[in-house]
């Protein structure tokens, strides 16, 4: 199984509070475990906020606003950028030819001189799974899955990623039920 450029749809049972009514995108999935970004939870901090915490000077305006994510539990003092086209980084994983992850800090000095990717989604953390983990969450009904969507990110408000998702699958959220069980 290999879950890489999917979303994560967290069931409406999920009670791990960092997951619960989560979307979270899938950027590798392989037999090393599973790492992804949660990319429908807005944190209190703007891009220009986190720029000035990171001593990047901002140059171009036009970004200022955009809201940075709680991107998982994994390293939340770290920044990981989602962005389409995956273009040439210092640190990038490329997920396939439209989008790339990017540790590296030369993103957001681009970003920040108004050169960098077309569509961005910055977030603190990620989300990971050990080797194995991720399939017995799924075995547990703990997660829908579905063949991502870049334009889910990048396109529409974080408040509407979820149902969007959801849509993709033809299935209202609204439907389904809180119960976990196996027929």
Not at 67 to 87: K, S, T
Not at 100 to 128: C, F, H, K
């Amino acid at each position: 199984m290999d879950l890489t450029h999917h979303f994560l749809i967290a069931m409406p049972s999920m009670v791990d509070t960092n997951f619960a009514k989560s979307l979270t995108y899938i950027c590798e999935h392989n037999d090393q475990g599973a790492l992804g970004v949660v990319v429908n939870r807005p944190i209190d901090m703007t891009l220009k906020t986190l720029l000035e915490q990171i001593d990047i000077p901002l140059r171009d305006e036009s970004r200022s606003r955009l809201p940075v994510y709680f991107g998982g539990p994994v390293q939340v003092d770290r920044g990981f950028v989602l962005h389409r086209p995956p273009g040439d980084w210092e640190s990038t994983l490329s997920i396939n030819a439209q989008i790339g992850l990017t540790t590296s800090r030369d993103i957001l000095q681009a970003v920040a001189e108004g050169r960098g990717p077309e569509q961005i989604l910055v977030s603190l953390g990620y989300a990971g799974w050990a080797p194995g983990q991720l399939e017995q969450e799924l075995s547990q009904n703990a997660w829908l899955t579905v063949h991502a969507d870049a334009d889910v990110i990048f396109e529409l408000p974080a408040e509407h990623r979820l149902s969007a998702a959801m849509s993709l699958l033809g299935v209202d959220l609204a439907h389904l039920s809180d119960d976990v069980g196996h027929a």
